[in-house]
């Protein structure tokens, strides 16, 4: 209807045919499954992994303290590459592996600036001052006081590394040949650019009969793929405005 200028504000003849279309195949549910599994288990490494680290580096009684964030701050500049890094990924065996999903990329360096700015500015140097006194360890600090008052940062990171993980599809593209490990998104790549659907996909007397069934089946899973995460705005939505002006300079 769009493509032959029928539609002009409102929709004609609205359908949701095409959902069910896509909605009749094992493979969307193969992409969704593999994809919310990802998205879980990669941002809960990647929220341990930057919180670790960014404590650490927010102490002014680090030992190395500079040497320590120059390496961090470095890999913003420079990477292996894609030949080296797939290499490594081989050497390693995790080739056709769920941790081909996870492990590449574990911390974001920004982020891990992002959470250490808020460690150094928004929680008083004070409050670590008087858990000493009352003989408190750095670790009992760090679940007990710290991550409590940081709710707002932790959101927003895991917000960011949630949509990162939900988007992702070059890592899969690399180092996933097995389409039971694809993620929805190379699952959608492969429909958006190639135009491919698998033999089974469609009955060929629906292929046969509708005209432009490849552009329909698109639409259709573009707005699946992105329905979760617009759903999960809304719920984030109190943390992502609190925390977005996290690390920014106040007059």
């Not at 680290?53 to 292996?80: I, V």
């Amino acid at each position: 209807m769009v493509t032959s200028g029928k539609v002009w504000l409102l929709p004609v003849k609205p359908t949701l045919f095409n959902y069910s279309m896509v909605l009749r195949y094992d493979l969307v549910y193969v992409g969704y499954r593999n994809t919310i599994f990802y998205t879980i288990c990669g941002t809960t490494i990647n929220v341990i992994l930057t919180l670790l680290c960014a404590y650490p580096l927010s102490r002014k009684d680090l030992l190395g303290r500079g040497f320590f964030t120059f390496l961090f701050t470095f890999t913003m500049l420079f990477s292996g590459g894609m030949i080296p890094s797939y290499i490594l990924m081989r050497n390693l065996k995790l080739l056709n592996t769920v941790w081909a999903m996870m492990l590449p990329g574990a911390i974001s360096v920004t982020n891990m600036i992002v959470v250490r700015t808020y460690f150094q500015n928004s929680v008083p140097i004070e409050l670590l001052e008087a858990s000493k006194i009352d003989g408190c360890s750095d670790i009992n600090y760090f679940f007990k006081i710290l991550l409590p008052l940081s709710h707002a940062v932790i959101a927003v990171i895991a917000l960011f590394y949630a949509v990162g993980h939900w988007n992702a599809y070059f890592n899969a593209f690399l180092y996933l040949s097995r389409q039971s490990l694809y993620p929805l998104q190379l699952f959608l790549r492969e429909i958006l650019v190639q135009n491919k659907f698998s033999g089974d996909m469609i009955d060929p007397e629906f292929a046969e009969a509708m005209l432009g069934l490849y552009e329909v089946l698109k639409y259709a899973i573009i707005v699946l793929s992105t329905a979760p995460l617009m759903c999960f705005y809304p719920l984030a939505q109190r943390h992502f405005v609190k925390g977005v002006m996290i690390g920014s300079l106040k007059g």
